[in-house]
T-cell receptor
Framework: EDQVTQSPEALRLQEGESSSLNCSYT??????LFWYRQDPGKGPEFLFT???AGEEKEKERLKATLTKKESFLHITAPKPEDSATYLC??????????????FGQGTILTVHP | NAGVTQTPKFRVLKTGQSMTLLCAQD?????MYWYRQDPGMGLRLIHY???????AKGEVPDGYNVSRLKKQNFLLGLESAAPSQTSVYFC????????????FGSGTQLSVL
């Protein structure tokens, strides 16, 4: 069974205090790993797609990395506006995956000024 | 630039009542999905569609039906609502580009009493 586990469940940071969020996964074969950001009362918003171990992608203060068993979302010098729930999801390989994603439970990030 | 639009945003039902949630996308995407989000459970796939006139079951399909009569619309129906269906429902559509992004609607908060 495909599983995605995110840690920690919640993370509180001071503004400027860098940290990382973890997403570990167990799948039969990985097509892609996705990161989304979700603000309260809104739908998830796409951040990154990673396809192969060693791949890295960056966007502003966020950097996502991928290994064969886990992904990290590194947040450098966060600001209060980075506060949100960060969701990790995997898509399994295979012709019948049809873009279906298996999501983790999310990490709630709070950045204090 | 509407993207994915869900209606209604909020709804309260009594046990046994029926309702339909509407999802509309204006991006000409082939693939569309219905997810539910519950505390501690993450997003779970209910049903999905890979094109007009097609539907398929996801991870948690029991108690729900769907239809995709037009490419831009994906309807989720509850024939006889149960308290266990109290949740936040998200519709999404997928782009065909290299990042295979999901675009989510803003959600429907449903309470079944």
């Amino acid at each position: 069974e495909d599983q995605v586990t995110q840690s920690p469940e919640a993370l509180r940071l001071q503004e400027g205090e860098s940290s990382s969020l973890n997403c570990s996964y167990t799948v039969s074969g990985l097509r892609g790993l996705f990161w989304y950001r979700q603000d309260p009362g809104k739908g998830p918003e796409f951040l990154f797609t990673l396809y192969s171990a060693g791949e890295e992608k960056e966007k502003e203060r966020l950097k996502a990395t991928l290994t064969k068993k886990e992904s990290f979302l590194h947040i450098t010098a966060p600001k209060p506006e980075d506060s949100a729930t960060y969701l990790c999801a995997v898509q399994v390989a295979g012709g019948t995956s049809y873009g279906k994603l298996t999501f983790g439970q999310g990490t709630i990030l709070t950045v204090h000024p | 630039n509407a993207g994915v639009t869900q209606t209604p945003k909020f709804r309260v039902l009594k046990t046994g009542q029926s309702m339909t949630l509407l999802c509309a996308q204006d991006m000409n995407h082939e693939y569309m999905y219905w997810y539910r989000q519950d505390p501690g459970m993450g997003l779970r796939l209910i049903h999905y569609s890979v094109g007009e006139g097609t539907t398929a079951k996801g991870e948690v399909p029991d108690g729900y039906n769907v239809s995709r009569l037009k490419k831009q619309n994906f309807l989720l129906g509850l024939e006889s609502a149960a308290p266990s269906q109290t949740s936040v429902y998200f519709c999404a559509s997928r782009s065909a580009g290299p990042e295979e992004k999901l675009f989510f609607g803003s959600g429907t908060q449903l309470s079944v009493l």
